[in-house]
C-alpha cells in the first residue's frame, strides 16, 4: 500500500504561481510513474502532467503545456508541481497518483493509487 499526501494548493490571482507536492509513504515509489491529474466541479478527473521513474521524461496535457513542470525527488519519496502564469480555468482539486512502472501514460486507469488532493483556486 502506498499513501498519498498532497500539499500546496491555495487561492492565488490570476498570472500567479504554486508548486504542488505530494509524499509518498508505505512504500518506494521511484520504481514507479508518477501522475498529476485535477478535477473541477461537475467534470471529469483530467490528465495534467506525468514524469518517469527516473525523471528522464515527462508528458504533460495541452492546456498547461509550458506554464507547468513536473518533477521528483525520489529520494524524498515526493513529487512535485509547478504551476506559473495561473488561469482561472485552472481552478480544481489536483490528485497525484503512482502509475504503471513504465510508460507516461494518460489514463487515470492505469493508475492505482491516489492522494486525497489539494484545492487550487485561481481568482480573475
Known amino acids: 500500500q502506498v499513501q498519498l499526501v498532497e500539499s500546496g494548493g491555495g487561492l492565488v490571482q490570476a498570472g500567479g504561481s504554486l508548486t504542488l507536492s505530494c509524499a509518498a509513504s508505505?512504500?518506494?515509489?521511484?520504481?514507479?510513474?508518477m501522475g498529476w491529474f485535477r478535477q473541477a466541479p461537475g467534470k471529469e478527473r483530467e490528465f495534467v502532467a506525468a514524469?518517469?521513474?527516473?525523471?528522464?521524461?515527462?508528458r504533460y496535457a495541452a492546456f498547461v503545456k509550458g506554464r507547468c513542470t513536473i518533477s521528483r525527488d525520489n529520494a524524498k519519496n515526493t513529487v512535485y508541481l509547478q504551476m506559473n502564469n495561473l488561469k482561472s480555468e485552472d481552478t480544481a482539486v489536483y490528485y497525484c497518483?503512482?502509475?504503471?512502472?513504465?510508460?507516461?501514460?494518460?489514463?487515470?486507469?492505469?493508475?492505482?493509487?491516489w492522494g486525497q488532493g489539494t484545492q487550487v483556486t485561481v481568482s480573475s
Open positions: 508505505g512504500r518506494t515509489i521511484s520504481r514507479y510513474t
Open positions: 497518483a503512482v502509475g504503471p512502472p513504465f510508460g507516461l501514460s494518460l489514463t487515470r486507469y492505469e493508475y492505482d493509487y
Open positions: 514524469i518517469t521513474q527516473s525523471a528522464a521524461s515527462a
